[in-house]
């Protein structure tokens, strides 16, 4: 198997730059409309921001979801994904984007300890419960996130309520042989630390791992691979493949309120 070309999913879809400039476009027209509290520091770093976005008529109750965007920990940031925003903050809930810092600036720890930061500001901030979701290296940073002991820090150990990845990678290995890793700096010891695959999962929660029908390969084994996992271990968990859905047509059905995937998003936040 050519695992770089599997992993390269700006080669398979070469429709993605249309696809990622709607987003930009999407993202403004809904900070513009919605308004929301903008860049709201979680920690040190400068891209450690947050925007959260109030839901309509809401009164600050029930979980808080968090959307974590991708770019494989290399590019994007919070400003291209306002837009998810739209369909939690439809009927009432309230929804956070952050922005963490890149590879290589950063490694791959050093990001998931961002994100880790920022849940634990966000609890602490709005006293409730998260769920969260996200996008490719989004997907991954979610799942980590529901893997995470919170207790070890300092925090209620069931601050995450659910977990929705989409199109998460779960499984770091397989991209040491890509060149994605000149950025990533991944050994083989790095990249077992960051795959939540990996890691023992004590905490009980529903899980559900979404991917693009139309995906490579190893997108989609990857995505079977941690519904399986944590199921076997008694976790509420659920995998489908979107018909039609590439890698990154599926990040526009997160602004969709009719889509299945949205529904479901939405049932996992009222529980």
């Excluded at 939540?196 to 004590?202: F, T, V």
């Amino acid at each position: 198997m050519d695992l770089a070309a599997e992993y390269n999913n700006r080669a398979l879809v070469p429709g993605h730059p249309q696809i990622i400039a709607r987003w930009h476009r999407d993202a403004a027209a809904y900070r513009d409309r919605h308004g929301g509290e903008f860049g709201i520091p979680y920690g040190a770093r400068p891209r450690n921001r947050v925007d959260l976005f109030r839901g309509t008529h809401g009164r600050g109750e029930g979980p808080l979801i968090v959307f974590i965007h991708g770019g494989y920990w290399r590019s994007f940031d919070k400003s291209s994904f306002s837009h998810v925003a739209g369909p939690a903050n439809a009927v009432g809930l309230d929804v956070a984007v952050p922005e963490y810092t890149l590879c290589p600036e950063v490694t791959l720890a050093d990001i998931i300890d961002e994100i880790r930061q920022c849940c634990l500001f966000l609890g602490q901030r709005t006293g409730r419960r998260l769920v969260v979701t996200g996008h490719s290296a989004g997907g991954h940073l979610a799942a980590a996130m529901a893997a995470t002991e919170w207790q070890l820090y300092g925090t209620r150990p069931d601050l995450i309520q659910a977990c929705l990845s989409v199109s998460g990678l779960f499984d770091l290995r397989p991209l040491m042989t890509t060149a994605y890793n000149d950025d990533l700096r991944l050994s083989p010891s790095a990249a077992a630390a960051a795959s939540p695959l990996l890691w023992p999962m004590s905490n009980r929660m529903p899980f559900e791992s979404w991917v693009g029908a139309e995906e490579s390969f190893e997108f989609r084994r990857q995505a079977r691979s941690l519904a399986a996992a944590w199921a076997g271990l008694g976790l509420s968990c659920h995998y489908e493949e979107v018909p039609g859905e590439n890698h990154f047509s599926i990040g526009d059905l997160f602004s969709r309120a009719d889509h299945p995937m949205t529904r479901r998003l939405l049932e996992l936040a009222r529980g």
